[in-house]
């Protein structure tokens, strides 16, 4: 099936660097959304994308739709032990058909 | 309070023994959604509904069936669960789209021996 790639697929960082992880394809999707996962817990999403060369920030959090809609990156800015857990893309051609996962970015921060 | 809930949330059982894994929403959402999580290999959609008697296959559909009778049930079901199978499992609805916050439900976490 369709594939995201997502990297790194972990992170060990201290606290206060910034955080940078992306999701490639071969295919071009139209929605973009990033989630965090916390040990035990669903996903829950921090930022959707659905335009091609979109910037969204949400707090730390500031996300990009790529210009070629093969792509997007999540930056988390000085980061804090609470930033930790994994951090999912994913991607849609319809906002309401199929969803497709990356593997997951892991990331450890440490006080 | 919104919420996905899901049941059981842990089953241990046998090749070939038919069983499913309920899913209810409170939040009248139309999308709903299956996924299992596997290490190393992220979430993958297993069906989707779009609304009451609309589903459509996700990415990882082989043996597994789902029905939407009503909008906010949404049963997964293994008809002849493999080992291949063992995973964690969640269910989510959304309002309109997956854009919108996706509500997830708290995993069920399954083995077939």
């Known amino acids: 099936g369709q594939q995201l790639n997502q990297s790194p697929q972990s992170m060990f960082i201290q606290e206060g660097e910034d955080v940078s992880m992306n999701c490639t394809s071969s295919s071009i999707f139209n929605t973009w959304l990033w989630y965090k996962q916390d040990p035990g817990e669903g996903p829950v999403l921090l930022i959707a994308?659905?335009?091609?060369?979109e910037l969204t920030s949400n707090g730390r959090l500031t996300a990009q739709f790529g210009i070629t809609r093969k792509d997007s990156f999540l930056n988390i800015s000085a980061s804090i032990p609470s930033d930790v857990g994994i951090y999912f893309c994913a991607a849609t051609r319809n906002q309401g058909g199929k969803l497709i996962f990356g593997q997951g970015t892991e990331l450890s921060v440490k006080p | 309070e919104a919420q996905v809930t899901q049941n059981p949330r842990y089953l241990i059982t046998v090749t070939g023994k038919k069983l499913t894994v309920t899913c209810s929403q409170n939040?009248?959402?139309?999308?709903m959604s299956w996924y299992r999580q596997d290490p190393g290999l992220g979430l993958r959609q297993i069906y989707y509904s779009m609304n009451v008697e609309v589903t459509d296959k996700g990415d990882v559909p082989e043996g597994y069936k789902v029905s939407r009778k009503e909008k906010r049930n949404f049963p997964l079901i293994l008809e002849s669960p493999s080992p291949n199978q063992t995973s964690l499992y969640f269910c989510?609805?959304?309002?309109?789209?997956?854009?919108?916050?996706?509500?997830f439900g708290p995993g069920t976490r399954l083995l077939v021996l």
């Open positions: 939040m009248n959402h139309e999308y």
């Open positions: 989510a609805s959304s309002g309109t789209d997956w854009g919108e916050t996706q509500y």
């Open positions: 994308l659905y335009k091609a060369g």
